[in-house]
Each structure stands twice: as structure tokens, then as C-alpha cells.
């Protein structure tokens, strides 16, 4: 479902990715670690197509090219949340469902936010009141804007799931529900790589793929991996 070859992004000092080669089958779950600036956000990016790398190869369930179609099935939770502001909860979480809907259903949800149900079972699924629906974003804490992200990439229903350490403001117990939620959505035809700052969590995943100056250090099942492995990483 992913496929980077040889993917190289340029950089101010040096290169954000060198050289990197990384592949995604449906059902695999990837965690990405490294230390700060070791470009695991900037990978998120080249597999959500934001980013086009200056010299290598990326494909998307088999083609080159990131077509409308496809990009509906990409979904990303970015560190920054990419909320929309000045808008209720219910109408954040409806744009993870924008790219599935006819032009009539996004003209309608302009006017009267639609499928309250989904959107309320999607807040249950994160451990938020249904109430919260019709309340402006500007309300909520940094917490619930962070698990209303999270909703929202289930509204979606995406195949390739992309996640940039969304679980770095919650309380360790709530973090480690929704991670559990997360590792469950990537059955096939889902796959999961998600950039994560535990590394007590890393055995819960089928791979770890450890990023040092935006080169690939290892691509390794957990249990392969040694406490020299992440010193290495991190020094």
C-alpha cells in the first residue's frame, strides 16, 4: 500500500530524509522513532504526498501518482491536529468524510452538520461526551481537541493510516487506550505507521523503523530490537 525507494528531501544543513526505502503492506503496524530532527515528521509527509522528494520513488497502492481517489484513502493525524477553527466539533469531525461525499451532501453539512450519530459514536470511540458536538473548537482543551483529531481520522475510514505522535498530550493510561485503538484499526486492508516517543510501547507493533538524521538505522520486528539499537538512535 506504501512503497519509498531511495527517497531523498533536501534540507537547510542536510538532507531531512537520505536515501530512505520503507514499504507498507496492509495490516503491517510501523512505529517510527528517532530523536527530534531525525525526519520522521518529514517522511509522514512524503507518504501523505505533501511533500515531493527531489530525487526517488513513491507509490500509493501501486501507482506513482497521489490521484483524488486515492488521497481519500489516506488518513493522517499530524502533530499540530490541523483542526479547523471557528467551526463546531461535529463539523471538524464531517471533513475526514468530505472527500467520500457528492458535492450536494458538502453543501448541505455547510448549512446543518450531518450524520450526528457517526460523529457521536466516533467520540465515544476516544472517550469523549457526544455533547461536545455542536460546542465551537475554541472551547475544548488541548486534550480533547487532540482525541477530537483522532475521531475525526475514524471518520474517515481510510486504508493507509499515517499518525505523527498523537498521543503526546494525553495522561499515560487514556494514551494507551487510544493506542490500543489504533493498533486494532490496522487490520487489512489498514496499515498503520504512526512516529511514536515511547519506546516502552514499541512491542505492540509488528516493526520498528528507527530514523538518525534522516537516515533509515534499522527496520526491525521489536523483539529484534536491542538497548543498544535505540542508545545508538538517540545518541
Not at 461535529?90 to 458535492?103: C, D, E, F, K
Not at 453539512?109 to 473548537?137: F, H, I, K, W, Y
Not at 504512526?194 to 509488528?206: A, G, V
Not at 530490537?225 to 545508538?232: G, H, I, P, V
Amino acid at each position: 500500500m506504501l512503497e519509498l525507494r531511495d527517497v531523498t528531501v533536501p534540507g537547510r544543513e542536510r538532507p531531512r530524509l537520505r536515501g530512505l526505502s520503507l514499504s507498507l503492506k496492509p495490516g503491517e503496524r510501523v512505529a517510527l522513532v528517532g530523536a527530534s530532527g531525525a525526519g520522521k515528521s518529514t517522511l509522514l509527509a512524503v507518504a501523505n504526498g505533501l511533500i515531493q522528494p527531489s530525487s526517488g520513488s513513491v507509490q500509493w497502492f501501486g501507482e506513482p501518482r497521489l490521484r483524488r481517489r486515492l488521497r481519500s484513502r489516506i488518513g493522517t493525524l499530524w502533530q499540530d491536529l490541523r483542526l479547523i477553527e471557528g467551526i463546531s466539533v461535529q463539523h471538524n469531525l464531517n471533513t475526514g468524510r468530505l472527500a467520500a461525499w457528492s458535492w450536494w451532501q458538502v453543501l448541505l453539512n455547510l448549512l446543518q452538520p450531518l450524520e450526528s450519530r457517526p460523529c457521536a459514536e466516533a467520540l465515544a470511540q476516544v472517550e469523549l461526551d457526544a455533547s461536545l458536538l455542536p460546542l465551537p473548537l475554541s472551547s475544548l482543551s488541548g486534550g480533547q481537541r487532540q482525541r477530537v483529531a483522532l475521531a475525526r481520522l475514524l471518520r474517515q475510514n481510510a486504508e493507509l493510516l499515517l499518525a505523527d505522535e498523537p498521543l503526546a498530550q494525553l495522561d499515560p493510561p487514556l494514551a494507551r487506550r487510544l493506542l490500543q485503538l489504533l493498533l486494532g484499526l490496522a487490520m487489512p486492508p489498514r496499515g498503520l505507521l504512526m512516529s511514536l516517543h515511547r519506546s516502552d510501547w514499541l512491542e505492540d507493533f509488528d516493526r520498528v523503523v528507527g530514523l538518525r538524521h534522516g537516515e533509515l538505522l534499522f527496520d526491525c520486528p521489536p523483539s529484534a530490537l536491542s538497548a543498544a539499537d535505540l542508545e545508538q538512535l538517540y545518541s
